[in-house]
DNA sequence: TCTGGGGTCCTAGGACCC
DNA sequence: TCTGGGGTCCTAGGACCC
């Protein structure tokens, strides 16, 4: 049986942790750059502040209603995350997490499910402080649509389909849109909506070719999974198959060597993101973005890439080769808003095509990789860095409103005051 | 004025092979 | 004049997810 297990709200609820007052208000988080509402608590929802809005637009819904504004933080988010994964996994059974607050558990013995679940669902609150929905299924694509139940429908937070035919879950499929299932975005639902299906049950009893030629190969394993046939295997943890880093900035750059900083900055993270993967990449690419919103300003896009000689995840060969790529694409007299760096041809470590030329150069590169991350980590965030990174940083995203890293952080931590 | 970031998988078409 | 059949690999673009 597959537990499918989700944070409720789950950005909203780590704030809410170390500001219980939270609670009484409408609260949500914006994305990087106070951008748009990325998370929402429960009062948000329920005054209509809808997911994805850019902040500016709801400016009176947020005066109204007294509606409590934090820029992300993933620093506590991330390590929160970690502590429910932690807490699920005390139980012991399997487990795939699927995204920073949700995961799949695999329990293989016949147990009392429901019993299991609520179990969980009252160690993580009481051990994380975080509120969490259970969906108990054969199959993932179930085990999500039970969880969509549990959220909306379910008192407990917790709901089990157990058998798809029987009353309650048909009547269910009935009543269920489309789109609710875990596969059926937007484009999907238009095309199925096309030809007459609306409903959970219209899908499910749908002529599998149909679905074959409608949604492709996906929407035919989709559908097997709502009959409760897997199709969908459980993912073991390998390396990423690409990696990126991207910002808007916080104010518009010009100048080619403003930009080099967000570059070799977003160059850089990737080959640390690399190194804690302990793997290499094969590929960089470079991409800039003039704001796609203005109409006023020109605009311009651009993006290349560049093979490496040998997969590497060494900082300085991938900072000047994404500076190379820079210097080609970068064009003069426009305004950017935002820049990407990412690489893709990831090996492990190891396990990396070798070449004739091998450098001898590499492990000189790594030693000093290795020297400045454990500096960096153990001393001072961003303690030693690239010149070229530069040091003013005036594009750094804005981020104004963010809650402190009370537990990643010896100077942040919570004070109680007697 | 102000509009996010990071991933995966599938498919069609092109280049190439025998 | 008449120009096949069976494959693989790679890539860009489009869909999806959180």
């Known amino acids: 049986m597959i537990f499918l297990i989700d944070c409720n709200n789950f950005y909203t609820s780590c704030e809410e942790i170390f500001n219980p007052k939270l609670k009484n208000f409408p609260c949500v988080v914006l994305s990087s750059n106070d951008g748009c509402v990325v998370a929402r608590s429960r009062l948000a929802k329920q005054i209509g502040i809808p ?9 009176n819904l947020i005066e109204n209603y007294n509606v409590q504004l934090f820029s992300a933080n993933f620093s506590l988010y991330g390590d929160i995350s970690n502590r429910v994964m932690q807490t699920i996994k005390t139980f012991g059974f399997e487990i795939e997490q699927y995204s920073i607050d949700e995961a799949f558990v695999y329990v293989d013995e016949k147990l ?3 019993k299991l679940a ?13 509120p969490v929905s259970i969906g108990i299924a054969p199959t993932k ?13 379910s008192e407990k937070n917790i709901s089990y389909i157990d058998n798809i035919y029987s009353r309650q879950w048909s009547n269910f499929f009935k009543n269920s849109a489309i789109t609710e299932v875990w596969g059926i ?14 409903t959970l049950f219209d899908f499910l009893n749908a002529d599998r070719l149909v679905i074959k030629k409608t949604l492709g190969i996906n929407g035919v394993r989709t559908q097997m999974e709502l009959k409760g046939i897997p199709t969908i295997s459980k993912e073991s943890f390998q390396t990423s198959k690409s990696i990126v880093t991207s910002r808007s900035f916080g104010k518009n750059i010009t100048s080619l060597n403003e930009l080099k900083e967000t570059v070799s900055t977003f160059a850089n993270n990737v080959s640390i993101k690399l190194r804690k993967q302990n793997a290499l990449a094969s590929y960089v690419f470079v991409v800039i973005y003039t704001n796609k919103f203005s109409s006023k300003s020109k605009q311009y896009y651009a993006k290349d890439f560049i093979a490496l000689d040998s997969p590497t995840n060494s900082s300085q060969i991938l900072i000047d080769n994404a500076i190379k790529i820079l210097e080609k694409i970068y064009k003069k007299g426009y305004e950017y808003k935002k820049s990407m760096v990412g690489v893709w041809g990831i090996f492990p470590s190891g396990f990396e095509p070798k070449t004739l030329f091998d450098d001898k150069n590499n492990l000189k590169l790594k030693n000093l990789d290795e020297a400045i991350d454990k500096i960096n980590l153990k001393i001072k965030k961003d303690g030693i860095k690239y010149a070229v990174m530069g040091l003013e940083s005036k594009w750094i995203p804005k981020s104004n409103m963010k809650s402190s890293k009370y537990t990643t952080n010896w100077n942040e931590i919570l004070e109680i005051k007697i």
């Open 51 to 59: 997911m994805g809005i850019p902040v500016f637009k709801i400016r």
């Open 112 to 114: 009392d499910f429901q």
């Open 118 to 130: 609520f179990d969980m669902q009252k160690k993580i609150k009481q051990w994380c402080g975080i």
């Open 141 to 153: 694509t179930l085990a999500k649509l039970a969880n969509y139940h549990a959220k909306k429908f």
């Open 185 to 198: 975005g937007y484009r999907n639902t238009i095309r199925l909506n096309k030809i007459g299906i609306y």
